[in-house]
């Protein structure tokens, strides 16, 4: 029943810490511009996206440069007979210059290129959605982070409670005013509390890996 008691007063003091604390003091936005903007240019799957974008660009510029394709120039020789008129041998004899075009190809451009313009386009679609993605998840796991960060600095604040009730315990406890009951209470609570702090540290190390796998570097080289 006392160790109750006892508990239940340690946790209305970490209630009012609670209270005390907030997330938004310890959030930088501009901070994490930076780390979104530094994903994007490190982060391997986007590069991937890039990759395919500058391929659909040069699929483009290949099918507009095709329409030449589509011409082809050509000669032909005749020698001179002496059948036939003079004006004729004179006319059709030696070397012919001409120039051919494929109607049949002609009418496939249009539909290759608008196929090459919207392999590009899905393209760029594909970056923007992954660009959006990647925004939110750097976020997501920046916000965790800190997060983590507020609890473990909380529950620092209240081992340093907990430690100063166990110092007055035991205090009166030597001095015979505590029963010995009391003094294991509070010494439990503080085993509990250190487990938490360990736990909390865990948290935030896994937090941060978290957050620098998607960055490709450690957040301590970004200032």
Sequence with gaps: MKYAVFFVFFFLVVQKSQAQESLSKDISYEYLDKLIAICKSNYPK???FDTRIS??????KKA???Y?????AGYLYSPNSSKGTAGAASFLGGYQLGFFANVGSLLQK???IKQAKGELATAEFEKLANDLTIEAEVKKRYFTYIQKIAILRLRNSALLD???MLTSVKHRFEKGEETLEKYNEALLVLSNQSLNIIIA???VLIAKSSLEELLGQKL???Q
């Design 46 to 48: 986007n590069k991937i």
């Design 55 to 60: 391929m659909a660009e040069s699929g483009v």
């Design 64 to 66: 507009r440069m095709s």
């Design 68 to 72: 030449f394709d589509i011409f082809s």
């Design 110 to 112: 249009p539909s290759v």
């Design 162 to 164: 907990v430690e100063s």
């Design 201 to 203: 540290e865990g948290e």
């Design 220 to 222: 301590e080289k970004i």
